[in-house]
């Protein structure tokens, strides 16, 4: 069994969009500015987030519950279930979030299915904009069946 598998994030991505409350303006406008291709894709985001950008630009944001209330986990699992491939994440450095250890989490599990996930405007400029937006792409993520698999095999072998 290989060490890892293809996954394919398809040519219409499925796109959390998220923001703290210092940056949801931000967001906003940013998902103004990029309305064309956002209507493209299936959104979705963490609750105020969710219904300030569909008030704001009429676009469909399926909402979860706010990040404080465990949206952000709600959107970690949607990423383990393969149904979100891209986040939008506008995070305000500078002030501190009660649920800290759910963004991280967050970002983790991004990481560990290797999906695009912009932290800032730029990431998300450039992302946006990527020539991938439009098309299927392929990428390699940890074989997670072989992985169990040989971890319980090497604490059976400890025993």
């Not at 469909?60 to 986990?73: E, I």
């Not at 450095?93 to 970002?107: E, F, G, I, N």
């Not at 990431?123 to 992985?147: C, G, P, W």
Request: hydrophobic content about 40%; charged content about 25%.
């Amino acid at each position: 069994m290989p060490d890892t598998i293809t996954l394919t994030i398809p040519k219409q991505k499925n796109i959390a969009l998220i923001a703290h409350d210092g940056k949801k303006q931000q967001l906003i406008q940013w998902c103004k500015e990029n309305e064309k291709i956002l209507r493209k894709h299936f959104l979705c985001g963490t609750g105020t987030t969710a219904r300030m950008i569909c008030d704001a630009t009429g676009l469909p944001v399926r909402g979860y519950n706010s990040g404080p209330l465990g949206g952000d986990q709600q959107i970690g699992a949607k990423i383990v279930e393969g149904r979100i491939d891209f986040v939008i994440f506008f995070s305000d450095p500078l002030t501190a979030a009660p649920h800290d250890p759910d963004v991280k989490a967050l970002m983790r599990i991004a990481q560990v299915y290797d999906i695009p996930f912009a932290n800032n405007k730029a990431t998300a400029d450039f992302l946006i904009r990527s020539t991938y937006m439009d098309e299927e792409y392929d990428h390699d993520v940890i074989n997670f069946k072989q992985n169990i698999a040989h971890r319980a095999e090497t604490l059976e072998d400890a025993e």
